[in-house]
């Protein structure tokens, strides 16, 4: 039986709005990674919904396929200034992306990583290649789905306090206003990498340890009456502040932090750069990420968060903080402990260590929700399952082994498995427009049985 035709006409969001989840940068400059399949594995069962990787890796992107997980893939610095052409940007879309979707669900290309503050650069390439490229796939009906967009350095600033008065730096201006223009009239977001730990390490002696960790014990002032409790939101708002100097104030650019963390080990003498120093930095920003809040100047305006990073890169070149950003050591353990799980995901997760090497996929399949799936959505699918669906749904009633925990994510994911098995388990009826998610591991719970065929 096919969705009712509410739920086939509701409006397809952009990938970047109305998502509470957290993001995640993951780096591969490291010869003691676990493969990208047990990654994406990994990932599927904690509160991680996006991924962000630095170039097209086929392995990662076979990887995640079918996961849920949204990933942001890119073209290296190296290669920006080689997609000069629309058949150049064509190609490239042919043979990096094209192959792996929509089974892997590619939301964005990021173009270069800091390309603008990187030597030796062609700043017209750069905007050249997000013009191509969102050609290409313009060409071919995806330019919805998927945005073309580059991360910046806070280096593209002349300053960045205070905030209100920020500005990009003159050199950069004009290259700024023409990819701010392509942002605002494709909708996708303007890209920071900020990291209060730079600025801190910079001026320990200025700036409060709390306030670039995000804590809420200093307030700072801005001038026009802006007050901030931590670092990054000022830091947010400083490029805000930059956008809107280049006459971009009417909101039609989002800003989305597409890198921030906190290192937990550093060159002698560092003492920012700990472990405790780093889970506390981290905790608060998976925090700030879910929470839906602004910043002071835009508080109704959330703001996606990309954390940095998934693993300590023990090929990454630079001091040692660059080796010791991730969360989890080459070997899959954690360097510090942060709470990734979330309720309801199938393995209920965030640690390697409790998967083998060699995971077996029996023939059982099952349909859950995805974590973050919106909730009015997820009602109309429970409504549907439970009524014209043919759903038999007595187990997740008051009486039944499945009615707790009483969650409308928990029992959306047990009708949507339910119809899942009793119409045939195709891939079109674990759908239900965008929210359901195919798993191969178990979500039964206690006395809570999930059926199979």
């Not at 071919?140 to 920020?166: D, Y």
């Not at 995971?359 to 929700?369: E, I, L, M, Q, T």
């Not at 891939?427 to 195919?438: A, E, H, I, Q, R």
């Amino acid at each position: 039986m096919a969705l009712p035709l509410l739920l086939l006409l509701l409006p397809l969001l952009s990938p970047f709005q109305n998502v509470v989840g957290v993001g995640i940068n993951y780096g591969t400059l490291g010869n003691n990674l676990p493969s990208p399949k047990k990654v994406a594995q990994l990932l599927q069962s904690t509160l991680i919904n996006k991924v962000k990787i630095y170039d097209t890796n086929p392995e990662i992107l076979q990887a995640f396929a079918n996961t849920g997980i949204d990933l942001i893939v890119a073209v290296e610095n190296h290669h920006v200034s080689n997609i000069s052409s629309n058949s150049s940007a064509d190609e490239w879309l042919s043979t990096r992306v094209l192959p792996f979707i929509p089974a892997t669900s590619i939301v964005a290309i990021a173009v270069g990583n800091e390309y603008l503050t990187t030597d030796k650069v062609d700043p017209k390439a750069l905007v050249q290649a997000l013009q191509n490229l969102h050609a290409a796939l313009l060409k071919r009906g995806l330019e919805r789905k998927i945005k073309v967009t580059t991360p910046h350095s806070m280096a593209v600033l002349a300053a960045s306090f205070p905030p209100s008065a920020s500005t990009f730096a003159p050199e950069l201006a004009p290259t700024m206003g023409s990819i701010l223009g392509f942002l605002s009239d494709t909708g996708a977001p303007f890209m920071i990498n900020a990291y209060p730990y730079f600025a801190y390490r910079a001026n320990p002696s200025t700036v409060d340890m709390e306030y670039a960790l995000l804590g809420n014990a200093t307030r700072v002032n801005d001038p026009k009456g802006f007050v901030y409790t931590n670092m990054l939101d000022a830091q947010i708002d400083s490029v805000r502040s930059a956008i809107n100097a280049l006459g971009f104030s009417d909101g039609s650019v989002k800003i989305t932090v597409s890198e921030s963390g906190w290192p937990s080990k550093g060159e002698p003498g560092d003492m920012a750069a700990t472990p405790q120093n780093a889970k506390t930095y981290n905790t608060r920003l998976i925090e700030r990420a879910q929470s839906s809040k602004g910043t002071p100047m835009r508080p109704k305006e959330k703001i996606d968060i990309f954390v940095f990073a998934l693993f300590n890169e023990n090929k990454k070149e630079g001091d040692v903080t660059e080796r010791n950003f991730g969360i989890f050591n080459g070997d899959g353990s954690k360097v510090y402990e942060v709470d990734l799980s979330c309720q309801f995901c199938s393995n209920g997760g965030g640690s390697f260590e409790k998967m083998s090497s060699g995971v077996a996929r029996g023939p059982s399949v099952w349909c859950v929700a995805k974590p973050h799936a919106d909730e009015k959505v997820l009602q109309s699918v429970l409504d549907f399952c439970c009524g014209p669906g043919g759903v038999d749904c007595r187990e997740i009633y008051k009486t039944g082994d499945c009615f707790e925990p009483e969650k409308l994510h928990a029992h959306a994911s047990y009708a949507m498995n339910a119809y899942y098995q009793k119409h045939g388990r195709n891939y079109w009826n674990c759908d239900f427009k965008g929210t359901g998610l195919v798993t191969f591991s178990d979500p039964s719970y206690g006395t809570c049985l999930y059926p199979q065929q």
